[in-house]
């Protein structure tokens, strides 16, 4: 089975740089077709996706967060990171991890979620 796993700190102070990684189990991250993002839920809004990379090491993000957002991958490890800097409290959320298809909203398997607050 294919399982995606999120880590990282669960508090960031503002103007830092939230640090998260995912591991991928079951399957490998330089399988050819998928991409591997990063979608963010806020409380009581909805998800919000924030990028992805692919088997090439194409990148893609969200207008919104695209200054503020890195995302790359250590295909050794089978983990892929999301650096998102100058956070402020608005970036509070639960972050997920996703496998894709090549286009979003076509995740399949997700991690858990990892909740992250920016805090003071």
């Known amino acids: 089975q294919v399982q995606l796993q999120e880590s990282g700190p669960g508090l960031v102070k503002p103007a830092q740089t939230l640090s998260l990684t995912c591991t991928v189990s079951?399957?490998?991250?330089?399988?050819?077709?998928?991409?591997w993002n990063w979608i963010r839920q806020p409380p009581g809004k909805g998800l919000e996706w924030m990028g992805a990379?692919?088997?090439?090491?194409?990148?893609y993000y969200s207008p919104t967060l695209q200054s503020r957002t890195s995302i790359s991958r250590d295909t050794s490890r089978n983990q892929f990171t999301l650096q998102l800097s100058s956070v402020t409290p608005e970036d509070t959320a639960v972050y997920y991890c996703?496998?894709?298809?090549?286009?979003?909203?076509?995740?399949?398997?997700w991690g858990q979620g990892t909740q992250v607050t920016v805090s003071s």
């Open positions: 990379i692919t088997n090439a090491d194409n990148t």
């Open positions: 079951g399957f490998s991250i330089t399988t050819s077709t998928y991409t």
């Open positions: 996703a496998r894709g298809w090549g286009v979003r909203g076509t995740e399949d398997y």
